[in-house]
């Protein structure tokens, strides 16, 4: 595996050259790994919203030409200097996020946010000398979230790589390093629902399913699925939930149709659709007394969240949460030793799988909204 370290990699990639266009498989230069840098040797990635989010670029600035990709499972390739806990041959996920192990927010147990590595969807290089890993012809590519994994070798600060167990299926836990773990965490570590106790879930795709999934592991009596789109029941019983409600059919607040339902508001909540309605409505149709509602979709730059002052005053909790709450080098390969002991389902979110020469499919697949997670496979 390390034959070429401390050499520049040339591999396929596919690039996005504009905001909106198809991906162009590329020949692309990888340059090696500088200090507290590790270059990976993708073999599976899979797409997640958040890909297509920034590549169609609505909102928010453009950073072209880019790789996109944050989730996936590679081998350690070769190791920048002072990399220590890494070494080749290692199997890895790299994550969207970091934990440095050193700041105040590593080093509470309270909190994921890193100070150092935290999540930035503007930087399009490398943090040590602000320069990209990727180039084309002598131009730079740019980095997305630090991991650019739409390519077959990649360039990934080490607190950004966790090391997973080798026997693990990459081409199933590679979907722990982004959305499955957000979700599960939110569920589990942020809203932490009781044995019995009911769960609303607002946002029925991908994200939402492993939301319920969490309430489902957790021994939630009841999960309310809310969604528009009344065809995401079926699948979503897979994943515990036992009840569904279309805020189209009714002609008043979905959170007072949840009341209703459940004499008085639901123990838990988790808002994963973004909409900052919906963040209201998930609040606002817990229990008071010991409610705790739970926000994971990330909403627009303008949105307000409005709610009367006497919700919190009668004892009903708003939480966030970033990645579940998980840290990434410490908490992720616990994870995927759950899905190694059989205590954790992951094939039921995987459903489509195509080579790296078909990744406009997978686009397309989530922009029709076919499927909850494609996998890539980076070798034919």
């Known amino acids: 595996m390390s034959s070429t370290a401390g050499q520049v990699t040339r591999c396929k990639a596919a690039v996005a050259w504009e905001a909106g266009k198809p991906l162009v498989i590329e020949e692309v ?4 790994p500088q200090a507290d840098e ?11 919203h958040t890909d297509v989010y920034f590549w169609e670029a609505k909102g928010q600035t453009p950073v072209f030409p880019r790789m996109f990709g944050h989730e996936a499972g590679g081998i350690v390739e070769s190791v920048g200097e002072g990399v ?3 070494k080749p041959g290692d ?5 969207f996020t970091g934990e440095c192990k050193e700041c105040p927010h590593c080093l509470s ?5 890193c100070d150092l590595l935290r999540i930035n969807t503007d930087r399009g290089v490398m943090l040590s000398d602000g320069n990209s890993r990727f180039s084309i012809n002598g131009k730079p590519v740019f980095h997305f979230l630090g991991t650019s994994t739409f390519s077959e070798y990649t360039v990934v600060h080490v ?20 959305g499955i773990s ?3 965490g939110a569920t589990l570590n942020v809203a932490k629902p009781k044995k019995g106790q009911s769960v609303a879930v607002f946002g029925l795709g991908a994200v939402g399913l492993a939301a319920a999934e969490g309430a489902r592991i957790a021994g939630a009596s009841r999960i309310i699925g809310i969604d528009l789109n009344p065809s995401r029941f079926n699948e979503a019983k897979k994943f515990g939930v036992t009840e569904f409600v279309n805020p189209k059919d009714y002609d008043k607040p979905v959170q007072e149709v949840i009341t209703e339902m459940t004499n008085g508001g639901v123990d838990r909540s988790l808002e994963c659709t973004g909409s900052v309605q919906a963040m209201i409505s998930a609040f606002e149709c817990v229990h008071d007394g010991w409610g705790v509602a ?18 919190l005053l009668n004892e009903r909790t708003l939480k966030g949460t970033f990645f579940g709450n998980y840290k990434p080098r410490t908490d992720i390969p616990g994870l995927v030793e759950k899905y190694m002991n059989k205590e954790l389902e992951l094939e039921k979110f995987i459903t489509h799988t195509v080579s790296f020469s078909e990744i406009n499919k997978a686009f397309d697949y989530m922009l029709k909204g076919e499927s909850l997670r494609c996998i890539i496979r980076m070798e034919a």
Request: with cysteine; hydrophobic share 45%.
């Open 38 to 48: 590790v270059r990976l040797k993708i073999l599976f990635t899979a797409l997640c």
């Open 159 to 178: 607190g950004c790589v966790a090391k997973i167990n080798p026997e693990a299926p990459l081409d199933k836990v590679c979907i722990l390093s982004c």
């Open 29 to 32: 230069e990888v340059a090696p």
């Open 109 to 113: 147990e309270e909190s994921n946010l």
């Open 182 to 184: 957000t979700d599960l």
């Open 84 to 86: 220590t806990d890494l």
């Open 294 to 311: 739970v926000i994971v979709g990330v909403p627009n730059k303008d949105d307000a969240f409005k709610t009367h002052p006497i919700n």
């Open 91 to 95: 199997h890895v996920l790299p994550i």
